[in-house]
């Protein structure tokens, strides 16, 4: 059976590279398999800050080191894995039901996301324990 983990797959971006540096461009369920209605970024973390740190019900999204790196760490309630993230072109799909925490931000890392829906604070799983009951649940 396939686990919630093995949908998080590392999505290769288009790059258009040459001397004068690169560039890359991301289409809404082209690129990324779902409809994209909002993206943000995460920027100035400082030194030994995590974020993330939560679930969500519904959300799809695409995240991406658009400068330096840090890990984002998955966990489905069962196994956990962390994904090391240093490349503009590539993408972690995380799909709905994923605990996700980001860790080991570089100076001047900046978190890209791409989100399949608008921002909505309901819409979020916050609490280990309320994660790990929400998956029993489900
Ligand atoms: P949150 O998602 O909790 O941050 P983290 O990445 O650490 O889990 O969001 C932090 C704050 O920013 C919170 O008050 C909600 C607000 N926020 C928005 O207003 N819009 C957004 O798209 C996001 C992601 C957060």
């Keep these: 059976m396939e686990s919630l983990l093995d949908?998080?797959?590392?999505?290769?971006?288009?790059?258009?590279?040459?001397?004068q540096g690169s560039v890359t461009e991301v289409h809404r369920l082209v690129d990324v398999p779902f409809d994209i209605a909002r993206v943000y970024y995460l920027y100035d973390v400082p030194?030994?800050?995590s974020r993330g740190g939560h679930s969500h019900k519904e959300l799809?999204?695409?995240?991406?080191?658009?400068?330096?790196?840090?890990?984002?760490?998955?966990?489905?309630?069962?196994e956990r894995k962390t994904i090391h993230l240093n490349r503009p072109y590539l993408g972690l799909y995380v799909v709905p039901g994923v605990w996700?925490?980001?860790?080991?931000?570089?100076s001047g890392g900046i978190c890209l996301v791409l989100a399949s829906m608008p921002y909505d604070a309901n819409e979020y799983i916050r609490g280990y324990e309320n994660f790990l009951a929400y998956r029993k649940l489900k």
Excluded: W
Excluded at 7 to 19: D, F, G, H, K, Y
Excluded at 63 to 74: I, K, P, R, T
């Design 100 to 106: 996700r925490e980001l860790h080991n931000f570089s």
């Design 7 to 19: 949908s998080c797959t590392l999505i290769n971006l288009p790059r258009e590279a040459n001397r």
């Design 47 to 49: 030194g030994g800050a």
């Design 60 to 78: 799809k999204q695409l995240v991406v080191a658009a400068s330096g790196s840090f890990d984002v760490m998955l966990d489905d309630g069962r």
